[in-house]
């Protein structure tokens, strides 16, 4: 009989440690070439998301920074009492329904006293915003002293003339393939000359709601409706999302119901914001009958569609607080109760902020769910109340994105614009909250 030593016929030997180090060496090179082809793989992604990146942002300020201001034509206006006020009464009544078009018209004559044909004259006239006639108006009920006297006022220019002193419009563009004509462009170059064209801050952009003109729309009322809808997607999402946190968390009993809970909240979070919209349509409109297009119904759809984020995020920070916390506070007699309102939520409460100003972010820039509930309207009127029809930015950019004039571009990038700015600097304070409460265990 062989020994174990002896039976050698098949055996594979053992490699010896000389070996495998040489097979680590030999193996060395190609490591390192692929982590360094993985390394180049990474930056060259990072690389090309923030190129593109760039890009977008550059393409949208170097369209929309126009936004923010307005090109004004100056023009002398006559207060003549013979037009605005003949009986001399200064009643309220006569002042405002006072002809302050045909002063208008009668101040851009005078600086071009060679037109002469009705469609020339036409085309003069709207060298200036429609508005012209109401900022007299304005100005005359708030100064009657104004009357018989005379005064260089400063008047929007319309969007198209706003657009050719931008840059916006090429004057060698054949004629045919633009909307301003060469005869409005040389009386454009005239008042120029003559020092009767300036850039000034556009304040109607700050401050005033939507209009069928672009040289009158403004993001204010948009903005109001933003405020308005947040508000009650935070009065409602907040305290229903942190008291849900809590309560699976910290008191309900694992069982399969709380799991069919879990994976439902995990689930809503994934569900395409068009479907909370659809909710929103067939409950608050159709079966409760709630106001459309109302910031009211706004607030109630994304708060059911910020809910499952802020849940998942209030969870999320009570976990991270150490189970010695808990142990600690119902060792020394505190009830569950007690233990969770007063040692628990408060170390608790900066994750859940965090979450909760991330999914106002989120809601911030939403536009499917509101369109289905009808705040696509076209909202002139800055909105008053929580049951007023209003719009938010992210419908607002929708509108003018979709409108054919060329001034409107420049109103959609701006909008955006100042939509991004409000997202980074919610995003922000997120971050700076969570620097500054956030405690390292």
């Not at 045909?102 to 005078?110: C, E, H, I, T, Y």
């Not at 050719?164 to 004629?175: L, W």
């Not at 696509?376 to 719009?391: C, K, N, Q, R």
Request: charged share 20%; hydrophobic share 45%; net charge neutral.
């Amino acid at each position: 009989m062989n020994s174990p030593t002896e039976n050698t016929g098949n055996a594979v030997p053992e490699p010896t440690p000389g070996r495998v180090m040489d097979r680590v060496r030999a193996s060395l090179p190609k490591r390192y070439a692929a982590e360094r082809r993985f390394r180049l793989y990474g930056i060259t992604a990072i690389s090309l998301g923030l190129f593109f990146l760039s890009a977008l942002f550059a393409d949208i300020a170097g369209k929309g920074y126009t936004a923010f201001v307005q090109t004004h034509v100056g023009l002398d206006i006559h207060f003549d009492e013979d037009l605005i006020d003949p009986q001399g009464t200064r009643s309220q009544h006569a002042l405002s329904a006072a002809d302050y078009a045909g002063l208008v018209r009668s101040a851009l004559r005078d600086v071009f006293p060679d037109v002469s044909s009705r469609g020339d004259k036409r085309k003069l006239y709207r060298l200036v915003s429609s508005e012209a006639p109401f900022i007299l108006r304005e100005r005359v009920l708030a100064k009657p002293e104004l009357i018989g006297n005379s005064a260089r006022i400063w008047f929007p220019a319309d969007d198209e003339v706003d657009q050719f002193h931008k840059g916006k419009v090429d004057r060698n563009t054949p004629e045919s393939d633009r909307t301003l004509s060469d005869q409005s462009i040389g009386w454009i170059d005239q008042l120029d000359a003559a020092g009767r064209i300036e850039t000034r801050l556009n304040t109607t952009f700050l401050s005033a709601g939507d209009s069928r003109d672009p040289e009158l729309a403004g993001i204010w009322g948009a903005v109001v409706g933003s405020f308005l809808t947040l508000s009650v997607t935070l009065l409602l999402s907040f305290p229903i999302g942190v008291a849900t946190a809590i309560y699976l968390e910290e008191f309900a009993p694992k069982n399969r119901w709380t799991d069919l809970i879990e994976v439902n909240i995990n689930n809503l979070a994934a569900v395409p914001s068009i479907v909370f919209g659809l909710l929103g349509l067939a409950m608050f409109l159709s079966f409760f009958g709630m106001p459309r297009s109302s910031a009211l119904v706004g607030g109630l759809v994304l708060s059911l569609m910020t809910l499952p984020t802020i849940i998942i995020a209030g969870r999320t920070a009570l976990k991270s607080v150490p189970p010695s916390i808990r142990e600690a506070a119902l060792g020394v007699g505190a009830s569950k109760m007690q233990m969770v309102t007063d040692h628990v939520l408060p170390l608790a409460l900066p994750g859940m902020l965090t979450g909760t100003i991330i999914g106002m972010a989120q809601a911030l820039g939403e536009t499917a769910p509101l369109l289905m509930i009808g705040m696509v309207a076209f909202i002139v009127d800055i909105p008053g109340g929580f049951s007023d029809p209003a719009t938010v930015l992210p419908v607002q950019i929708y509108l003018w994105a979709d409108s054919p004039e060329r001034a409107f571009v420049e109103k959609t990038s701006g909008a955006i614009l100042v939509l991004l700015g409000f997202l980074i600097g919610m995003n922000a304070l997120a971050v700076m909250l969570r620097k500054k409460f956030e405690r390292r265990w």
